[in-house]
């Protein structure tokens, strides 16, 4: 490549980056972009019997969407359906135990939403499980089972609802990971793995949309540290990250949902500790957790014994 064509490359990319800033501070000087109406929508959501899968489901469900729920905790996952379809006087909610562990169990409960409910348009991969142990004093079951509902399952319902998406070119892709597929921490090795890798389904897969010029597909990936669902019960946290408050997650959910935004982490330092990450090597960022607190912070965890949240 000739030094001309390289500084014209250099030139394009340059001129994007400004361009995505430019438009970026437009939308914040003017509130953000237009809140897209989604009550057309047929929403499938994972882990919805608690938690935030319920939290979501409950702001959905005022917005008019058809909802599936998913959910193991079939008697839970009723209840809550029951308790929207009264709240919205309507039969738009849908509830069926499903086992994500799973994977025929899976493509089983997706006919059955396809055949009895209508092609799904928007996927919450939100169920998520935590052992909250060492690495050693994880079994391979545990590990198995981690992998299996906070990843794997990811895929298998993905190659289930995608293909109606791809063919209408309309649809909705939101992976609940976590601010532990971004940063590494002590004792949820597992844990973060899994989210590491559903952080990458999400950036990956977008990518592939826009390669085949599915404009009309979006995803949105979130990424919160801790949160008071009860999933985390036990966790030490800090005045730097605080135990985040479920209700106003759903809300920041939900609103980018709406805002068709690809990214969304909670708290907004977040975003501060990644760049500060970027630039400091891994010893200074050990240290600085270490003062933290953050590589303690596991050693009181009592979870939700194993509950999807």
């Known amino acids: 490549m000739s030094l001309a064509n390289l500084i014209y490359q250099h030139m394009l990319v340059l001129s994007i980056l400004f361009k995505h800033w430019f438009l970026g501070l437009i939308n914040l000087f003017a509130g953000g972009p237009p809140l897209k109406d989604v009550s057309s929508d047929i929403v499938l959501i994972t882990g919805a019997a608690s938690g935030l899968g319920k939290g979501i489901a409950q702001r959905l469900a005022r917005l008019g969407c058809t909802l599936v729920l998913w959910d193991v905790d079939h008697e839970n996952n009723i209840r809550v359906a029951e308790e929207l379809n009264n709240a919205t006087n309507s039969k738009r909610v849908h509830a069926f135990k499903c086992d994500l562990t799973n994977k025929e169990n899976i493509y089983a409960c997706a006919k059955t939403v396809q055949e009895t409910v209508g092609q799904v348009t928007m996927v919450i991969n939100n169920a998520g499980v935590v052992s909250g142990k060492n690495f050693l004093e994880c079994s391979d079951t545990s590990i198995q089972r981690t ?21 209408n070119n309309h649809g909705h892709i939101v992976t609940i990971a976590s601010g532990a597929g ?8 597992d844990y973060c793995s899994s989210k590491f890798a559903a952080v990458g389904l999400h950036e990956s897969l977008t990518h592939e949309l826009y390669g085949l010029k599915k404009s009309g597909i979006k995803t949105t990936v979130v990424c919160p540290s801790f949160i008071n669902t009860g999933m985390f019960d036990g966790v030490k946290t800090s005045e730097v990250a605080p135990l985040l408050q479920q209700d106003n997650v759903c809300d920041l959910i939900v609103e980018a949902i709406r805002k068709n935004q690809h990214k969304l982490l909670i708290p907004k330092l977040l975003n501060l500790s990644l760049v500060l990450n970027s630039m400091s090597t891994t010893d200074a ?24 949240s």
Not at 182 to 189: D, K, Q
Not at 287 to 293: A, K, S
């Open 147 to 167: 992998f299996d509902v906070n990843i794997m399952a990811h895929f298998w319902i993905l190659k289930a609802f995608l293909p109606s998406m791809l063919e």
């Open 182 to 189: 971004l940063v590494g921490a002590s004792g949820l090795v």
């Open 285 to 308: 960022q050990l240290e600085v957790q270490d003062m933290i607190g953050l590589h303690h912070s596991m050693d009181t965890f009592t979870g939700r014994h194993q509950k999807s």
